[in-house]
């Protein structure tokens, strides 16, 4: 990874939620009258940006994890065996959350934001405190652990309140 331009290693995991985002626009733009567009864009994102950016991460930890700790800016480290398969389990849920009911896919975003909202706290801190400044602390993969669970968690949390409790609540009896 050492001889690909910095701007292209820290714009790189922006791939993970344009490509979605471009996605969502043109189903919408295909879409049934009774399907909203929230949910599209919701399981665009959720198997797009969610999942595949965290198999991605995941394959990338388990084949060449001295290159993404170099690339991240941190000591090489057992704990990057662990992160592959946290992300997997991101990957787990993004891909469940592509099919799943709005309030599945609000667990998904809060799930994704407990781990991405720390690592991006993370990423801040070594930025701040250690002048951390590679292409994989800071920039695309800051963006992505910040917006990726964001997006889920708004669109769900809408479709949550769009549903209601009593729309719920039949759909759980009708089940």
Avoid at 32 to 51: C, N
Avoid at 81 to 108: C, Q
Avoid at 114 to 122: D, E, K, R
């Amino acid at each position: 990874m050492d001889n690909l331009p910095y701007a292209a290693q820290t714009t790189f995991p922006l791939l993970f939620m344009l490509v979605p985002a471009l996605g969502a626009l043109l189903s919408c733009r295909r879409r049934s009258p009774v399907r909203p567009a929230a949910e599209i864009w919701q399981r665009w994102w959720a198997f797009g940006a969610l999942g595949i950016g965290s198999l991605w991460i995941t394959l990338s930890f388990l084949a060449v994890p001295n290159a993404m700790a170099d690339v991240i800016g941190f000591a090489h480290s057992p704990f990057q065996f662990e992160i592959a398969f946290a992300n997997l389990g991101l990957a787990v849920l993004g891909f469940r959350a592509a099919s799943a009911s709005p309030r599945e896919r609000l667990t998904s975003g809060l799930a994704a934001a407990a781990f991405l909202w720390g690592a991006a706290i993370g990423h801040v801190y070594q930025w701040f405190a250690n002048g951390d400044h590679a292409a994989g602390n800071t920039g695309g993969i800051l963006a992505n652990d910040i917006l990726i669970p964001a997006v889920m968690i708004a669109l769900a949390a809408r479709d949550v309140r769009r549903d209601g409790p009593a729309r719920s609540h039949a759909a759980r009896l009708a089940a």
